[in-house]
C-alpha cells in the first residue's frame, strides 16, 4: 500500500498471523473441553440411560439392581440443596455485606478476609472432620440432614462471601452517594440499592457455590450419610442420604449391573445441577433486565 | 454586638436575606493534610453562591464538608465550625443522616438509581416518612427541574434511558423532592453538553427564588451568569469572597483578578 513501507507492510502482516493463531489456539483449547465433556455424557448415557426410568427414580436401594432405585438420595439432595440455600445464603451474604458496607478498613477485618480467603482453599474432608466433631458430636445433632447441610454451609460459604464481596465491589460508588445524600441511613443505602444492584452476581456466585455443594462427597461421607436409605427424611433431624454417595456405593460395586446404575444416577445428579443452573440464569436475567 | 457587625446586620437586611450556613475558620484535612484550609464565609438564603478555582484547590471538599459527604472517605476530619441553623453540623449530638435529608446534593456525573424515573424521585421521601401524596410530590418535583413534560409519559421506564442532561435534571428533581433547606451541586454541568448546560442554568435562575444554592463549578462564565455571590480558592484557602460582580469587575485581590481573566487556572 502506497503509504507504509515494505518493511512495515511485512511486520504488520507477521503480526496479523500471530494475531490468528492464538484465536485459533483459544479456540482448541475451548473445543477441547467441551469435547471432553461430551465424551464423558456420551459414555455415562450408554451405560444408564436404559437404566433411568420412573421405577429407578422411584424405588428405594436394593441388592437387585433391578429393583433398585435413587428415590432416597434424590430426595435427600433436595433436602440439602434447600436447608444449604437457606443457611449458607443469608450468612454469606450478610458477611460480605459487613466486610464492604460497613466494616471499618483495619488489621481486624484484613485479617478476616485473608482467613476467608484461605478458607475457600481448604479440602472438603477437613471440614467433613469438623463437621463431624461440631454438628454430629459437640451439638449432638447425630448423623442427620441438618448436620450435613451445617457442614456443607461452612464449606461453601467462603466462595459465597467471596463472590459476594465482588458482586457489591462493582456496585457504583455514585448510586451509594446518591442515596445517602437522601438522607438515607447505610441500611437503607444497602438494603435498597446496593443489594438489589449487586443480586444478579451475588446469585452467580451463590448457585455456583450451590452447585459445588450438592457434587461433594467426602464430608458427607465422613459425618455418616447412609448409603442404604429404605426411607424418606421427614425432617431435618432424620439421616439421608445424597446423589453422590448412592453413586460412589453403586460404583464400588463388582456387579455391571450396579456400574450402570451409578451411571444412571450420575444423569440424575447432572439434571438436577443443570436445572439449578437454568433457574440462576433465568433469575439472573430477568432481573438484570428489571434494572436496565 | 460591636459596630461593624451592626454595620454587616444592617447590610445583610438591606439585602433581605440571612445566612443559611455560616462556616467559621474551616479546615478540611485528608489524613492530616489540609485540603481546605481556615475557610469563612456566609451562605445566604436563596441565593446561589458559586465555588470557583483551579483544579485540586478544594472547592470540591469544602461542598462535600457542608452536607457532610465528606464521613465516607477514610481518613477526613475537619476543623472549625459550620453553622446550620445555629448549630454546628459536626457537633457531638447532629446526626449526619438528619444533615443529608435538609442538605441535598447533585454530583458531578449525573447519577440515577437504576430504576423507574417515579422510584427515583419517590424513594428518599419515602425512606423519611413522607405521607402526603407521593403523584403530586413527584409531579411537583419534576416540574421544579423542568423535566416533567419531557417525562410525564413515561414515569415507569427507566431511568437510564434518559440521555445525560435529562439524568442531570431528575438528580436535581430527586433532591428537590426532600425540600432541602440548601441545596449543594458538585459541577453539575461538566459531564453535559452545552445545551444540557443552558438547560440546568435557565433551571438554577427558576429555583433561585426558593432554594439556598452552592454550586461548585470550573466553568468561570457559568459563574458570572448564574451566582449572586462568588467564592474563589486557591491551594485550600478561600482567596475572596464577595458579590458576583464585584469579583468579576473589581476584584480586591490581584490573584482573583488573574484568575477570572483566565491569566492562569
Not at chain 1, 181 to 204: D, E, K, N, Y
Not at chain 2, 26 to 33: F, N
Request: net charge neutral; hydrophobic share 45%; glycine share 6%.
Amino acid at each position: 500500500m502506497a503509504f507504509s513501507s515494505e518493511q512495515e507492510q511485512r511486520n504488520l502482516v507477521a503480526r496479523h498471523r500471530r494475531s490468528r493463531l492464538f484465536a485459533r489456539l483459544c479456540a482448541v483449547v475451548t473445543w477441547s473441553s467441551v469435547f471432553l465433556l461430551a465424551v464423558l455424557l456420551v459414555r455415562v448415557s450408554l451405560d444408564g440411560l436404559s437404566w433411568l426410568d420412573w421405577q429407578f427414580l422411584d424405588s428405594f436401594p436394593s441388592r437387585i439392581p433391578e429393583r433398585a432405585g435413587i428415590k432416597a438420595a434424590l430426595v435427600g439432595t433436595l433436602w440439602m440443596i434447600v436447608l444449604v440455600a437457606l443457611i449458607a445464603i443469608p450468612v454469606g451474604v450478610s458477611a460480605a455485606l459487613y466486610l464492604e458496607e460497613f466494616a471499618k478498613r483495619g488489621r481486624l477485618s484484613r485479617l478476616i478476609e485473608v482467613n476467608i480467603a484461605n478458607l475457600a482453599g481448604v479440602p472438603s474432608i477437613v471440614y467433613g472432620i469438623l463437621g463431624l466433631a461440631i454438628f454430629v458430636r459437640f451439638f449432638a445433632l447425630e448423623r442427620s440432614l441438618i448436620s450435613g447441610a451445617l457442614t456443607m454451609s461452612l464449606l461453601i460459604l467462603p466462595v459465597i462471601i467471596i463472590a459476594s464481596r465482588e458482586a457489591i465491589r462493582m456496585v457504583p460508588m455514585s448510586i451509594r452517594y446518591a442515596a445517602l445524600s437522601l438522607g438515607a441511613t447505610r441500611w437503607q443505602t444497602t438494603w435498597s440499592h446496593v443489594l438489589p444492584s449487586a443480586f444478579p452476581g451475588i446469585m452467580t456466585g451463590v448457585i455456583l457455590a450451590l452447585s459445588r455443594a450438592i457434587g461433594e462427597t467426602a464430608p458427607l461421607i465422613l459425618i455418616g450419610a447412609m448409603s442404604f436409605v429404605a426411607f424418606l427424611p421427614q425432617g431435618p433431624m432424620d439421616s439421608f442420604t445424597a446423589l453422590p454417595i448412592q453413586i460412589y456405593d453403586w460404583a464400588s460395586r463388582p456387579q455391571a449391573e450396579f456400574q450402570e446404575l451409578a451411571a444412571a444416577g450420575i444423569i440424575v445428579l447432572l439434571i438436577v445441577l443443570l436445572l439449578m443452573n437454568a433457574t440462576a440464569i433465568y433469575i439472573r436475567n430477568k432481573t438484570e433486565k428489571r434494572q436496565k | 454586638m460591636d459596630a461593624r457587625e451592626n454595620a454587616d446586620a444592617a447590610a445583610d437586611k438591606k439585602k433581605g436575606t440571612e445566612a443559611v450556613l455560616d462556616l467559621q475558620d474551616v479546615s478540611v484535612l485528608y489524613s492530616g493534610k489540609p485540603a481546605v484550609r481556615n475557610v469563612s464565609c456566609a451562605i445566604w438564603r436563596n441565593r446561589i453562591t458559586s465555588i470557583i478555582g483551579p483544579s485540586g484547590c478544594g472547592k470540591s471538599t469544602l461542598l462535600r464538608s457542608l452536607n457532610r459527604m465528606n464521613d465516607f472517605v477514610d481518613g477526613v476530619s475537619i476543623e472549625g465550625k459550620i453553622l446550620f441553623a445555629g448549630q454546628n453540623l459536626y457537633g457531638g449530638d447532629v446526626d449526619p443522616v438528619e444533615v443529608r435529608r435538609r442538605i441535598g446534593m447533585v454530583f458531578q456525573k449525573p447519577n440515577p438509581f437504576p430504576k423507574s424515573i417515579y422510584a427515583n424521585i419517590s424513594w428518599g421521601p419515602s425512606i423519611n416518612g413522607y405521607d402526603g401524596s407521593m403523584d403530586e410530590l413527584v409531579e411537583r418535583s419534576l416540574q421544579q427541574a423542568a423535566l416533567w413534560e419531557e417525562v410525564k409519559d413515561r414515569l415507569h421506564d427507566s431511568a437510564l434511558n434518559l440521555s445525560g442532561g435529562q439524568q442531570q435534571r431528575l438528580c436535581i428533581a430527586r433532591a428537590l423532592a426532600m425540600e432541602p433547606q440548601v441545596l449543594l451541586m458538585d459541577e453539575p454541568c461538566s459531564a453535559l453538553d452545552p445545551i444540557s448546560t443552558a438547560h440546568i442554568e435557565d433551571l438554577l435562575f427558576e429555583l433561585q427564588s426558593r432554594y439556598t444554592i452552592v454550586i461548585v463549578t470550573h466553568n468561570m462564565q457559568q459563574a458570572a451568569r448564574v451566582s449572586d455571590y462568588t467564592a474563589f480558592m486557591e491551594t485550600g484557602s478561600l482567596v475572596e469572597f464577595g458579590e458576583t460582580d464585584q469579583i468579576f469587575t473589581r476584584p480586591e485581590k490581584k490573584r482573583t483578578e488573574e484568575y477570572v481573566t483566565g491569566r492562569f487556572g
